[in-house]
């Protein structure tokens, strides 16, 4: 459809493939570090405190 040849298409799928799995690393890493980091600032709120305190 775009009219690319065959050279063009297997660079194509090369790259997909070479970036594939370095877009997903980021993005498990990228979770990880923000799930850290909300979980930071919930233990750090007030109603944490309070949900603490009522569990007590």
Same mark, same amino acid.
């Given at each position: $459809?775009?009219?690319? *040849?065959? =050279?063009?298409? =297997? @660079? $194509? %799928? /090369? @790259?997909? $493939? /070479? +970036?594939?799995?370095? *877009?997903?690393?980021?993005? &498990?890493?990228?979770?990880?570090? %923000?799930? @850290?980091?909300?979980? !930071?600032? /919930? !233990? +750090?709120?007030? +109603? =944490?405190?309070? &949900?603490?305190?009522? +569990?007590?």
């Amino acid at each position: $459809m775009l009219g690319f *040849g065959e =050279a063009e298409l =297997a @660079l $194509m %799928i /090369a @790259l997909y $493939m /070479a +970036q594939d799995s370095f *877009g997903t690393t980021c993005n &498990i890493t990228g979770d990880g570090a %923000i799930s @850290l980091w909300v979980n !930071k600032f /919930a !233990k +750090q709120s007030p +109603q =944490a405190e309070n &949900i603490e305190q009522t +569990q007590n």
